[in-house]
């Protein structure tokens, strides 16, 4: 079961907003005003990692579940589990500490329990609605369209934003400091981490995720065939 639901790739795409949002106060933004000030009262970002880590949940047991207990080999269904798990998330993030650990060296870059409970409440809610793929969390549409693009990109965006206002920072601290702290500052901030942010996870997502994803699928596919083969008596025929 490899089909994606739109809906809970909406979901994913609000979760990553909301954490980016959250993370650009101090982050990207390092100055206060009054409207920051009242804004950031209010908005609860770190629900998004409720978000994620619900979603998450749903889409390992979605992926795993029916295959293990169809499977007799139950052990061969979850080293197949973990290997793709490892080609799709764990290179990526090796790849991007270190970059992240080399430019904090070279820029010298320096970086309630009832209202969490809720938010995980209401983020499982949100995924049991969404997992019936009868867009009840969007109807179709451009929204929908442009929400579901974000959330194929959500895990790039989660582990390069961060890079993303590092970078943002440096640029205007060395470029235009004296903008720090005004109206212009906010906007040129946030329009120059955003194109960065996008630039970075689509990169990511075309020449990182999405070929390494295709590598571990091979590699299954061909342990796959040796097994067959092995079980059959015959020599496996590898390309």
């Known amino acids: 079961m490899t089909r994606k639901i739109g809906d809970i790739q909406v979901l994913w795409a609000l979760a990553i907003l909301f954490v980016i949002i959250h993370h650009a106060y101090i982050n990207l933004i390092t100055w206060n005003t009054p409207a920051i000030q009242r804004f950031y009262a209010y ?55 270190c970059l992240a650990t080399v430019l904090s060296h070279e820029l ?3 970086s309630g329990n009832l209202a969490y409970n809720l938010a995980a409440i209401i983020s499982a809610i949100l995924v049991f609605i969404a997992s019936f793929n009868s867009n009840y969390i969007l109807r179709d549409g451009l929204i929908k369209r442009l929400l579901i693009w974000l959330g194929d990109r959500s895990y790039a965006l989660y582990l390069t934003h961060m890079p993303a206002f590092f970078l943002t920072r440096e640029l205007f601290h060395r470029v235009q400091p004296e903008l ?7 906007i040129y901030h946030t329009v120059t981490a955003a194109t960065l942010m996008l630039l970075f996870a689509e990169f990511s997502y075309r020449f990182i995720e999405t070929p390494l994803q295709k590598k571990g699928a091979k590699l299954l596919e061909r342990r796959r065939q040796q097994l067959s083969a092995s079980s059959a008596g015959e020599v496996p025929h590898v390309q």
């Open 180 to 186: 720090v702290g005004s109206q212009a500052a906010l």
């Open 108 to 110: 010298h870059i320096a």
């Open 43 to 97: 908005f609860a970002g770190e629900v998004g990692v409720d978000l994620f880590f619900v979603i998450s949940g749903f889409v390992i047991a979605r992926n795993f579940l029916p295959r293990l207990i169809d499977s007799k080999k139950n052990f061969s269904t979850l080293v197949e589990f973990w290997v793709k798990r490892f080609f799709r998330n764990t290179i990526l993030l090796v790849l991007l500490v």
